[in-house]
């Protein structure tokens, strides 16, 4: 029955993983652009979330919503100072842009309120219920259903909205899509916004079960984040979902076999073997170079 | 008649369960200069892509000098002595006119790695080699006052040559031109021509040559093929193209100056 | 011969800068502190040149540099600490590991363009690092106590070989394949380039030298550890390459000795430093993507002056 523990606990990790992919997921497919900052608009997150229920005495989901709100506004001002300039630029030039967004914001942070860590307070009560004879976590439930509910909103978004199909026609064929009447521009920074709202729900989320935040604590989560989006194919929606909870329930079996150590290094095994192996993603199809 | 130096058996090629190219049938023999022409979107450029060994074909088989080089690399297939221009001009930008020569006369050279590195003598030796050879073919293309600027400076026309001395240099036997006068103006069109005449004998080559201009194609081609919707519809001398009614209806409706 | 005579120039004036500066050290005008400023300038110009070959010469993206650096460190380490042997073996041996890391790495993510290839390295990298924290041998995450070895002399002649060798190697036809792939894949393999040859080849070098750079790098400090090489570490060799000017042999130096004197001077302020750092980083792309120099070397700047026509 431990098992079956271990896999809640490794949906509950991948269900992180795959928030935060799902934002990489998006802006590659609108922009073609690894947003390395991405991490640290999941870190931002957390951080806005501590704040507002340590300092302000908010409750857990209105600190959730404004961690969101907050990290939307901060996603869309990256993409307009930083990444707006260089769509036309060469792909190096936009991935070092990303890199230094990224270091920009990690030591700006620190700047301001040092490297140390900070201990998330309890806000949901850690009982266990047991379902099959096993021992479940209730923050692990509450954390997939939160995922889940947010998931569904996004394939809403995506799918039943005005702004959804813009998203999508824009990803298809940019120049196409701004000759149908589409503001490109607008639909980019709302692809920003809704991939970070959901990076700083993982945020608080990540507090919420790890308990503890720091700085750059957004690095690794963000990298295998990105691992995640390549595994199930970049820029396909499902397949951030179905990349991150496989990473987190690998992730998890790793650790569960006695080889924690290696846990991280897992990810980025995958990771190599993917591309090397089927560099579009379990979803994706091959796409060739026109000559 | 001698063996043909190209030989392509029912070549074809599928994208996604789209037939690109489909049962294509050719021969080119040594010294022959042949056209290929059809409309847009016929399957021109992806049958050079084909025998460039850029794509892998799907069906069928290529013999070049005897020997089947299906799905070869196309580093392979140049050394074997295939060479090409592109249509959308591929130079080097950032490399000098010289260096864009160099890089394709590279498979002629010998001297290696560790020579180049310890500046041992055979360096010098291959360098200076290479420079020489190098300055001769720019110096037929016209190119040679040229030689230090980057390709990226170069004026159009000019960069439509270097494209060819550069294909050149890599020793071809057989070189693909593909529309090597796009673009160009009359003048700069049939100073072109007299070039590629003057370099297929001076060089004993033999030459593909896609073109939409149909003057330069009926002009100094021996033979042409034409490819409408990825299959051959027609083979036969600039005459007998021009008198066939099938070519006639595929280019109905593209201007035709025939 | 004109292009002997600047070669034998250089050499020239290379050894004037080392006896000079070792006369100044003899005599402790150079203080401990700015001697150490000077070898770890050094290590930092050996990372450059080395990641510019790959990323300035060939074009490929791979950010994680730091991989190749810690296998230099720590193979060269064993050797000097465990196994007992001289220095230089240690070096030597440390490059030949980590051009042998770079071939495991390059063979296989090679095939790979752009971002891909980017984001392979660097999880190349970390699992890289993750194997030594995993090693108990070479003391796990606590990390390695080795003795201080390095000098000036080791420093500087690190330099010269790695500049020597890697220019040596751009300014002939094999570096020049090498520039053909950067400018265009295609028409590269069209020209008869072996591009996934030549790609392999300038990966290995460019990991030897890292190699080398991480050897003198680890009898510098006295410890090394696996966090010293995780990513942050990457990015400061990617910011010199790309801050010189991607394509930019003497540019990647200029920015290795400037970037070195700037770390130097903001030691106790390791914050301010990366968000200059990273500022920087940015502005340079968004205003002037090609860098300091573009693909020009500093030596095409005096060409216009009196000595005209030379071709080094």
Request: net charge neutral.
């Amino acid at each position: 029955m431990e098992w079956i523990q271990q896999l809640v606990n490794g949906v509950s990790l991948g269900s992180i993983y795959a928030l935060i992919a799902l934002g990489y997921t998006m802006v590659y497919g609108i922009i073609k652009l690894i947003n390395f900052a991405h991490g640290d608009v999941f870190m931002l997150g957390a951080f806005i979330g501590f704040y507002a229920i340590a300092r302000w005495d908010m409750h857990f989901i209105p600190a959730l919503i404004l961690a969101m709100i907050l990290c939307a506004v901060i996603g869309v001002i990256i993409e307009r100072v930083a990444y707006k300039r260089l769509r036309n630029a060469t792909r190096i030039a936009a991935l070092i842009t990303a890199i230094g967004v990224s270091l920009l914001i990690e030591y700006t942070v620190i700047f301001f309120r040092g490297a140390s860590p900070e201990a998330y307070p309890t806000v949901i009560e850690n009982s266990k219920i047991e379902i099959l004879g096993a021992q479940i976590s209730v923050q692990a439930i509450i954390i997939l259903v939160i995922s889940l509910v947010l998931m569904l909103l996004l394939q809403f978004i995506v799918h039943q909205t005005k702004i959804g199909k813009a998203m999508r026609a824009v990803s298809h064929d940019a120049d196409a899509a701004r000759l149908m009447g589409i503001n490109v521009d607008n639909t980019i920074s709302a692809t920003f916004a809704i991939g970070s709202a959901l990076a700083g729900a993982a945020g608080v989320i990540f507090g919420i079960y790890y308990t503890r935040i720091e700085p750059l604590m957004g690095v690794l989560p963000g990298l295998k984040a990105f691992v995640a989006a390549v595994l199930g194919g970049i820029g396909i929606i499902p397949g951030a979902m179905v990349g991150g909870l496989l990473l987190g329930v690998v992730e998890t079996v790793v650790s569960a076999l006695g080889y924690s150590l290696w846990r991280d290094a897992a990810a980025f095994v995958i990771l190599i073997l993917i591309l090397i192996l089927r560099p579009a993603g379990i979803f994706g199809k091959n796409a060739r170079e026109k000559v | 008649m001698s063996e043909a130096l190209l030989k392509v058996d029912n070549l074809g090629i599928t994208f996604g369960g789209l037939k690109a190219v489909q049962k294509v049938d050719m021969y080119i023999n040594p010294g022959e200069l042949v056209g290929l022409i059809g409309p847009n979107g016929a399957g021109k450029t992806t049958t050079f892509n084909m025998l460039t060994g850029v794509y892998t074909p799907t069906e069928g088989n290529i013999t070049f000098n005897g020997k089947s080089i299906n799905g070869l690399d196309p580093y392979k297939v140049t050394r074997g002595g295939i060479s090409r221009t592109f249509q959308n001009i591929r130079l080097f930008k950032e490399l000098s006119v010289l260096d864009n020569v160099k890089v394709a006369n590279h498979g002629l050279a010998k001297h290696n790695l560790l020579s180049s590195i310890f500046r041992l003598p055979s360096h010098f030796k291959g360098e200076s080699k290479m420079e020489e050879e190098s300055l001769a073919f720019l110096k037929i293309f016209g190119l040679d006052v040229y030689k230090n600027e980057l390709a990226k400076n170069l004026p159009y026309g000019m960069q439509r040559r270097l494209e060819i001395a550069r294909a050149l240099a890599a020793g071809p036997k057989l070189l693909l031109l593909d529309e090597p006068a796009a673009g160009m103006n009359p003048q700069e069109t049939y100073d072109l021509m007299e070039l590629i005449a003057f370099i297929r004998k001076e060089f004993n080559l033999s030459i593909l040559l896609i073109e939409h201009d149909m003057h330069l194609v009926m002009g100094i081609c021996e033979r042409i093929y034409v490819l409408d919707h990825g299959q051959l519809i027609a083979e036969g001398s600039p005459a007998e193209i021009r008198a066939n009614p099938k070519v006639i209806e595929a280019y109905l409706g593209e201007e035709v100056t025939v | 011969m004109k292009k002997s005579k600047v070669f034998w120039g250089y050499i020239v004036l290379a050894l004037v800068i080392y006896a000079v500066i070792q006369v100044l050290i003899n005599n402790g005008t150079v203080t401990f502190y700015y001697q150490n400023m000077l070898i770890t300038m050094c290590i930092n110009i050996m990372l450059a040149v080395s990641l510019h070959i790959i990323l300035g010469i060939t074009g490929q993206f791979s950010i994680g540099h730091a991989g190749f650096m810690a296998v230099g460190a720590y193979v060269s380490a064993i050797c000097t600490m465990q196994l007992e042997m001289p220095f230089i073996t240690g070096i030597l041996l440390g490059a030949i590991v980590a051009a042998l890391a770079g071939l495991l790495v390059g063979i296989p993510t090679l095939r790979l363009k752009g971002d891909y290839l980017a984001i392979a390295t660097l999880g190349f990298a970390e699992i890289i690092r993750i194997i030594f924290l995993n090693i108990e041998y070479v003391g796990g995450a606590a990390g390695m106590q080795i003795t201080h070895q390095t000098n000036w002399t080791y420093a500087f002649f690190g330099v010269v070989i790695t500049i020597l060798i890697i220019s040596n190697f751009t300014n002939s036809r094999h570096g020049r394949a090498c520039i053909s792939i950067r400018e265009d894949e295609i028409a590269a393999d069209a020209m008869g380039i072996n591009t996934t040859y030549y790609k392999v080849v300038a990966f290995a070098i460019g990991s030897f030298f890292a190699g080398v750079a991480g050897a003198i790098y680890a009898h510098n400090f006295y410890i090394i550890q696996p966090t010293t090489f995780g990513f942050l570490k990457s990015f400061d060799i990617l910011i010199l390459v790309v801050l010189g000017g991607l394509g930019s042999l003497s540019g990647s130096v200029i920015a290795a000795v400037f970037l070195t004197i700037v770390t130097t001077y903001l030691q106790g302020f390791p914050e301010t430093r990366m968000i200059i750092y990273s500022l920087v980083l940015i502005l340079v792309m968004l205003y002037r993507p090609s860098g300091l120099l573009g693909t020009k070397e500093v030596t095409d700047l005096f060409k216009f002056g009196k000595r005209g026509g030379s071709n080094a």
